[in-house]
């Protein structure tokens, strides 16, 4: 059925559906390369697709989205097709490369993220249900959506209130670091090596642009440095085995010389931290815990909020390492 989808596409699109696909791993579509085309098939009740097809056509140019050939379906049911451009994606090729060209990748990783987040956004695009729950434009402060879905979270069965009492102190404490929320400039959002390609010598793309939108730049650094702690969670399963967190030990800190300016906000731990407590806050209202907490994932969403509010986060880690 999953092949029978991107024949459609194809056919809706005018081009030929008897092209031979190659199925290609994706955690959030499914995805095939359709000869010189990339066809991506949503299968979700979400517009991401479509608001990353109304955006592609706005993006510089050098930020490496693909060219999009044709867009179709309804939301739930939805695709896209792209032009294909050469590379593989850069988290399955990683442990095969050496420590100039691992350096070289975040170099261009951070020229092409300097050049997105200098981009204006139009006021046109879409909207967008923010993987983090804070709002700029919001009357009573960024961080009060964040806080109302705390309150909502502390009522969930098998929830420790004390500890989402702890949550909602430091969301408070932090939340003079992030006022204004700036969201002139625009952000990836979704900036792990999953969405990357690499031909060998030069990052050749930027993909999947559907959590983009206007946000501070340092926003980046919640997936990217949960991608850069643990990398094996962000990849297709049919490679996940050869993930090592070891390999991505020195990304943060070679990224960190690449692009200063994104790690230079004199209160940035406070800032990661708030932006982690209202990612995993979405995240576990959406998967709320169905037995004790024990019991679940060290990785779910109830876990790594513990984490953060205990100082034993991935932030703390990287803090603590950057102290030394």
């Known amino acids: ?4 989808r991107a024949r459609h596409a194809l056919a809706k699109a005018g081009l030929d559906p008897d092209v031979e696909l190659t199925p290609m791993s994706s955690v959030t579509n499914e995805v095939w390369v359709a000869g010189d085309y990339v066809v991506r098939v949503n299968r979700h009740p979400v517009a991401r697709l ?11 140019a050098d930020v490496g989205c693909p060219e999009v050939i044709s867009y179709g379906g309804i939301i739930g049911a939805d695709w896209m097709i792209t032009r294909r451009i050469e590379g593989e994606i850069l988290a399955r090729c990683w442990h095969t490369m050496n420590v100039e ?4 990748a975040v170099a261009q990783i951070a020229d092409r993220l300097r050049l997105l987040h200098g ?9 967008l249900d923010s993987p983090q729950l804070l709002q700029g434009d919001c009357d009573r402060g960024a961080t009060e959506p964040l806080l109302d879905a705390l309150d909502l979270v502390q009522d969930l069965e098998h929830v420790d209130p004390v500890m989402v009492v702890a949550a909602k102190a430091i969301v408070r404490e932090a939340a003079p670091a992030l006022e204004p929320l700036d969201t002139r400039t625009f952000v990836h959002g979704d900036l792990h090596f999953e969405n990357l390609l690499w031909d060998g010598e030069r990052i050749t793309a930027l993909l999947d642009f559907e959590w983009s939108r206007p946000a501070p730049p340092d926003l980046e650094l919640d997936v990217f440095l949960r991608f850069c702690a643990y990398p094996f969670l962000h990849v297709a399963a049919d490679y996940e085995h050869l993930v090592k967190t070891s390999d991505y030990a020195d990304v ?8 200063g300016e994104l790690f230079a906000h004199e209160h940035q731990l406070e800032r990661v931290r708030t932006y982690s407590i209202a990612y995993d806050v979405r995240d576990l209202l959406l998967h709320p815990p169905d037995r004790p907490v024990d ?3 060290q990785f779910h ?9 205990a100082g034993t986060s991935h932030l703390d880690r990287f803090a603590a390492t950057a102290a030394a």
Request: some cysteine.
């Open 301 to 309: 969403p109830y876990h790594r909020l513990a984490e953060l509010v």
């Open 252 to 259: 943060p800190w070679w990224m960190a010389e690449e692009y």
């Open 1 to 4: 059925m999953a092949a029978a």
């Open 50 to 60: 479509w608001r990353e097809a109304t955006l592609a056509s706005l993006l510089p």
């Open 295 to 297: 019991q679940l994932s």
């Open 101 to 104: 060209q691992r350096r070289s």
């Open 119 to 127: 981009w204006v956004c139009p006021e046109t695009l879409p909207e």
